[in-house]
């Protein structure tokens, strides 16, 4: 395997593939609520970057759901972590924020969409994924639109897998 870029170290917990070990939960105060599997995969190519696909599902019906997919950079030398995404609604992003412990805390920092983007719009973003103890990663997202301020949206655990 490729020797990993010493600058990605701090985040070396991520890499692998996570599923979710029981549907996550999925929010919104204008949506019914709903339930989702989802598989994560970080790599990387000895590149001082992380390569990302998260790929979700809804739960009964297997049907895919949301799609992301890009890469995380660090600012080497600081524990600043930027993450540069592309969704399949048609929305690409890049969030940024602070690695504290095994917590990655982002936010939106800058947000584009294609013309023809399902309304509400997205506004801002935050997230956070954290190492558990036990292993297991969490993830939990909240988001901004044109109608409703900062609310979560989504929580789910993973654990690793092949
Ligand atoms: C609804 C954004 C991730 C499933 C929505 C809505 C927005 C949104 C703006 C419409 C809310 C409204 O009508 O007021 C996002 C963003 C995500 C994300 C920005 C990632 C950062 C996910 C994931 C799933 C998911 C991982 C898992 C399957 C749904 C479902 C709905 C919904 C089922 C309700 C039906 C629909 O509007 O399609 N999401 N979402 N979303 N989202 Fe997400």
Redesign the pocket.
């Known amino acids: 395997a490729m020797e990993l870029n010493p600058v990605l170290l701090p985040l070396s917990w991520l890499l692998g593939t996570w599923a979710s070990n029981e549907p996550g939960e ?1 929010t ?1 105060p ?2 019914k609520p ?1 339930r ?1 599997t ?1 598989k994560l995969h970080f790599s990387h190519v000895g590149q001082p970057v992380i390569n990302f696909m998260f790929n ?3 739960a009964e019906s297997n049907k895919p ?2 799609r ?1 997919c890009g890469f995380i950079r660090v600012q080497q030398g600081t524990n600043r972590v930027a993450f540069v995404i592309a ?1 399949n ?1 048609g ?1 690409v992003e890049i969030e940024e924020g602070e690695l504290t412990g095994n917590q990655l805390k982002l936010q939106t920092q800058s947000l584009g969409r294609i013309s023809f983007a399902k309304e ?1 719009h ?1 506004q801002q ?1 935050c ?1 956070v994924l954290q190492l558990r103890p036990d292993g297991k990663l969490e993830q939990t ?1 909240s ?1 901004a ?1 044109d ?2 301020s900062l609310t979560q ?2 929580h789910i655990t993973y654990s690793r897998s092949c």
């Open positions: 999925g919104y204008s949506i709903f989702y989802e979700a599902f809804h759901l949301h992301e969704q609604s929305l509400p997205v973003i997230r997202v988001m639109t109608n409703q949206h989504l």
